[in-house]
C-alpha cells in the first residue's frame, strides 16, 4: 500500500505539506476517540457509585480532582466530552477536507504526467496499445488512486493509531485484561491477509475487464459509420455484450469476496467481545474491576477492532487501487523508443537535403519491411516514392522525422545523421500531409494554426488563401471561427486536405512530406488540393509518395518500391521506357483513369 505513494513521490512532494497537516488532524481525531471513553468512566466510577463509599479506582485523585463533590465531577466530565467531541468533529472535518482536496490535486498531476507520459511515447508504443484502455488508465485508474490514497490517510492511519493507541492504554491498566482483549488479534490478522491478496487478484482482473471494455467501445464509435452503412450493429453487440459479460463475473468475483470478508471480521471481531465481557463480568461481580474499567475496555476493544473492520470494508478500494497504480506506473516506466541521444545536437536551419543510406526497419525487432534503402533528394527538389501497396512507401515516409529509427543505416538531413540532433529541432522543420488528414476540436482557424507557435493571424489567413481553404470557409456563417467535429466529419475530404495543407504552409518547412494527398478525391476537389499543393511545394524539398501520373512526373526522381526494396529509380520517361515494375504500374494507372463504359439500363438479351 505504502509503495503507492513511493511510486508517486514526485506528485505528491509540491502537496506534501497538506498532506502532513491533514494526517495529524486524523492523528489527533484517533486520540480523542481513545480519550472519549474516559469521562464517562468517571462518572460511572467516581459519580453514580453508591454515597459514601470511596473512589475504587482513584481516577479524580490521579487527576487532582479529589475534592471535586459528584455533582461537581458530573460537570466537569460531561463538559469534557462534550468538548472533545466537538473537537474530534472540527478536526475530522478539517482532515477529511484537507486530505480529499490534496487527493484531488495529486490525481490532477498524475493525470497531466500521464498524458505528457503517452504524448513522448514513440509510436512503436502506440501501436500496440488499445487506445480504450490508455484512456481507462488516464482516468478511472486514477481516480481509483486517489481513492486509495485518501482512504490510506483518512481511515488506516488513524485506526493504525487508534490500536496503537488503545493497546498501550489497555496493557498499562491491566496487563492480563488486555492479553485476553488481543486473543483473536491474530486469527483476525491471517483472515484480512488471505482475503486481501485474493480480492487484489480478482481487482486486478475486473481493471483489465474495464480496459477491454473501453477499447471496444472507442473502436465501434471511431468507425459508426462503417459499422451501420454495413449494418454490423449485431456483431459489434455481441462483442460488447461478451466483454461486458466478462467484467459483470470479474466484479462479482470481487462482490463475493468482500461479502464473505466483512461478516467474518465481524464474527471473530465478537467473538473476542463477547470473551471479555465475559471475563470482565466476572470480575467486575468479584470486584477486582469496576463498572467504568470494564465500559472502557470494551469501548477499547471496539476501536481496537476497528482498524481490522475498517480494512475489511477498505479492501476492495485498496485492491483496486493497487491495480491502478501498477497499471499506471506501466505507462511511466515504459521508456519512449525515440529520444535525444547524450550529446544531442539542436539541429540548425535546414536547406532540405535528405538522404537514406543502407536503411533498414522493422516494426517487429528483426522481422525487416525496409531492405538496404538508398534514397537521396536534393534541396528544393521533388522526389517521389511509388509502388505497389505494402511495399514500405510510408515506412520511409516515417523514418525521415524519427517517427521510427531505421535498425540499420542512417538518414541524413543535411548530411547529418538524425540521431546526432535533438528530436524536437528536426521535426520542427518538417511537415506533413497524410493520406487522411487529421483535424482536431477547436476551430478551422485553430487547425491551420496548428502546430505553429506564434505565427501572426495574417499569416495563417495567407496560408489559407494559398491553399484555398477560404473558397469554402467564406460560405460559412461563423467563417474560420467555424467549430470542427471530432476527426472533421462535418467536412469533406477536400477540405479537410486543403486544411492540413494550409496547415503545413504556416509552418513553413524546408522539408514537406505528402502521402498520397490526393487519393479517393474527386475531380474537384482533387483540383483545389493540387492547386494549394503546388504552392506548398514551391522551394522546398519534397518527399512524396504518389501513384497519379500527374504527380509523379513532375518529380525530379521517382523511387519505385517492391517488398521493401528500391527496385528502380530515375525519371518517369526513363522508368516508362525501361519497362519494368513502374512500366507495368503506368500501364495499370491509365487503365484506371480511362473513361469507363456507359452502363446501359435496358436489360440485353442474355440478361433478360
Known amino acids: 500500500m505504502f509503495l503507492t505513494f513511493w511510486r508517486f513521490r514526485s ?48 481516577t479524580p485523585a490521579f487527576l487532582g480532582l479529589a475534592a471535586l463533590g459528584p455533582l461537581q465531577l458530573l460537570l466537569l466530565a460531561a463538559g469534557a466530552l462534550l468538548t472533545m467531541t466537538v473537537m474530534n468533529a472540527a478536526a475530522d472535518y478539517l482532515g477529511t477536507r484537507v486530505l480529499n482536496s490534496v487527493g484531488e490535486k495529486t490525481m490532477a498531476t498524475i493525470r497531466a504526467d500521464v498524458f505528457a507520459h503517452l504524448q513522448r511515447l514513440s509510436l512503436s508504443f502506440h501501436d500496440k496499445q488499445r487506445l480504450g484502455d490508455l484512456v481507462t488508465r488516464t482516468t478511472t485508474d486514477v481516480d481509483y488512486v486517489r481513492a486509495l490514497m ?42 484480512v491477509l488471505v482475503y486481501r491478496r485474493r480480492i487484489k487478484t480478482a481487482s486486478r482482473e475486473a481493471r483489465s475487464k474495464d480496459s477491454d471494455i473501453a477499447a471496444a467501445m472507442s473502436e465501434t464509435f471511431a468507425s459508426v459509420r462503417v459499422m451501420q452503412t454495413y449494418t454490423s450493429e449485431a456483431r459489434h453487440e455481441d462483442d460488447f455484450r461478451a466483454r461486458n459479460n466478462g467484467r459483470r463475473d470479474a466484479g462479482l468475483r470481487v462482490i463475493r469476496l468482500q461479502s464473505m470478508f466483512s461478516p467474518l471480521v465481524d464474527v471473530i471481531a465478537t467473538m473476542g467481545t463477547v470473551l471479555v465481557l465475559w471475563i470482565g463480568a466476572q470480575r467486575v461481580l468479584e470486584g477486582t474491576m469496576t463498572l467504568g474499567v470494564l465500559l472502557v475496555f470494551l ?42 541521444k547524450p550529446g544531442a545536437v539542436p539541429a540548425p536551419k535546414l536547406a532540405g537535403a535528405v538522404e537514406l543510406r543502407g536503411v533498414c526497419f522493422g516494426y517487429q525487432g528483426d522481422r525487416h519491411v525496409l531492405h538496404g534503402i538508398d534514397l537521396k533528394a536534393e534541396p528544393g527538389s521533388v522526389v517521389a516514392i511509388t509502388g505497389p501497396t505494402g511495399a514500405g512507401k510510408s515506412s520511409v515516409a516515417s523514418l525521415i522525422p524519427r517517427l521510427y529509427d531505421a535498425t540499420r543505416g542512417a538518414v541524413l538531413l543535411d548530411g547529418m545523421d538524425v540521431r546526432d540532433m535533438q528530436v524536437a529541432t528536426v521535426r520542427k522543420q518538417i511537415s506533413m500531409v497524410l493520406q487522411e488528414s487529421i483535424l482536431f476540436r477547436g476551430t478551422i482557424y485553430d487547425n491551420i494554426a496548428y502546430g505553429s507557435e506564434g505565427a501572426a493571424r495574417e499569416q495563417v489567413l495567407a496560408a489559407a488563401e494559398a491553399a484555398h481553404v477560404d473558397e469554402f470557409v467564406r460560405n460559412l456563417p461563423l467563417g474560420y471561427d467555424t467549430p470542427v467535429a471530432e ?4 467536412l469533406s475530404g477536400g477540405q479537410r486536405q486543403r486544411i492540413a495543407i494550409a496547415r503545413a504552409l504556416v509552418r513553413d518547412t524546408p522539408i514537406v512530406i505528402l502521402d498520397e494527398p490526393t487519393s479517393g478525391l474527386d475531380a474537384i476537389s482533387e483540383q483545389y488540393v493540387m492547386r494549394g499543393l503546388e504552392r506548398l511545394m514551391a522551394r522546398r524539398t519534397v518527399i512524396v509518395i504518389a501513384h497519379r501520373v500527374s504527380t509523379l512526373k513532375r518529380a525530379d526522381r521517382i523511387y519505385v518500391m517492391d517488398h521493401g526494396r528500391v527496385v528502380e529509380s530515375g525519371r518517369h520517361g526513363e522508368l516508362v521506357e525501361a519497362g519494368g515494375l513502374y512500366s507495368r504500374l503506368d500501364q495499370l494507372q491509365h487503365a484506371k483513369d480511362a473513361p469507363a463504359p456507359a452502363l446501359s439500363l435496358v436489360p440485353t438479351e442474355s440478361s433478360a
Open 11 to 58: 506528485a505528491i512532494a509540491s502537496h506534501a505539506g497538506a498532506m502532513g497537516g491533514g494526517a495529524l488532524l486524523v492523528i489527533f481525531v484517533a486520540a480523542m476517540e481513545v480519550a472519549l471513553p474516559w469521562p464517562m468512566k468517571i462518572i460511572v466510577d467516581d459519580v453514580l457509585q453508591p454515597l459514601g463509599q470511596p473512589a475504587q479506582h482513584g
Open 150 to 191: 485518501v482512504s490510506m490517510l483518512s481511515v488506516l492511519l488513524p485506526n493504525v493509531f487508534i490500536l496503537g493507541f488503545v493497546t498501550t492504554i489497555c496493557v498499562l491498566v491491566d496487563p492480563a485484561f488486555a492479553l485476553i482483549g488481543l486473543a483473536v488479534a491474530p486469527l483476525l490478522f491471517v483472515t
Open 299 to 340: 469501548a477499547y476493544l471496539k476501536a481496537l477492532y476497528s482498524p481490522m473492520k475498517s480494512l475489511a470494508k477498505l479492501t476492495t478500494v485498496i485492491s483496486r487501487g493497487q491495480a491502478s497504480a501498477e497499471r499506471i506506473q506501466e505507462i511511466l516506466d515504459t521508456a519512449p523508443a525515440i529520444s535525444d
Open 487 to 490: 476527426r472533421g466529419v462535418t
